[in-house]
């Protein structure tokens, strides 16, 4: 039954995983122009997890990005993904520290996008950087660690 069950948790995030790799795909079909001006409708994430791989994975190819769209492209889909999670519905006493993360993430890479369309694709790299130093700021909230849980902080 253990079996069953752990091959069928696997089966599940694969799907999600390739479906949201779909969404990804279809996101990235479009010019860049729609995907700026038509407000996409965001619905909250159902599976957190691998919404944050996914957003890992913008995040590495937008750093990586030799071009200044290609690193628009990376962003806006990061930006698309940081709005599902924001829409999900963390414990009521994680929610506001979470909230206030993703808002600082959203931020940032509103700020890089600005740079983009500046034309400085080094500084917008540089600032895209700190989007990294937030994500581990926020992750150990997320998961204290044994002698923060002992002695508070």
């Known amino acids: ?71 628009q492209n990376e962003i806006n889909a990061l930006q698309h993904e940081v709005a599902s999670v924001q829409q999900y519905q963390f414990p009521s006493e994680k929610q506001p520290v979470f909230q206030k993360g993703l808002m600082e993430v959203q931020q940032q890479l509103t700020l890089v996008q600005q740079t983009l369309s500046t034309g400085d694709l ?14 581990k700021q926020y992750h150990k909230k997320r998961s204290p660690s044994f002698w923060q849980l002992l002695f508070g902080g």
């Open 1 to 71: 039954m253990k079996l069953l069950l752990s091959r069928f948790k696997k089966l599940t995030l694969l799907l999600s995983v390739f479906s949201l790799g779909c969404l990804s795909l279809a996101l990235h079909a479009q010019p860049l122009e729609e995907q700026v001006s038509a407000p996409a409708v965001v619905e909250a994430t159902t599976d957190v997890e691998a919404t944050m791989k996914l957003m890992a994975l913008y995040y590495k190819k937008a750093l990586t990005a030799v071009d200044i769209s290609q690193m």
């Open 122 to 135: 080094a500084l917008a790299k540089q600032q895209l950087a700190q989007v990294d130093h937030l994500k």
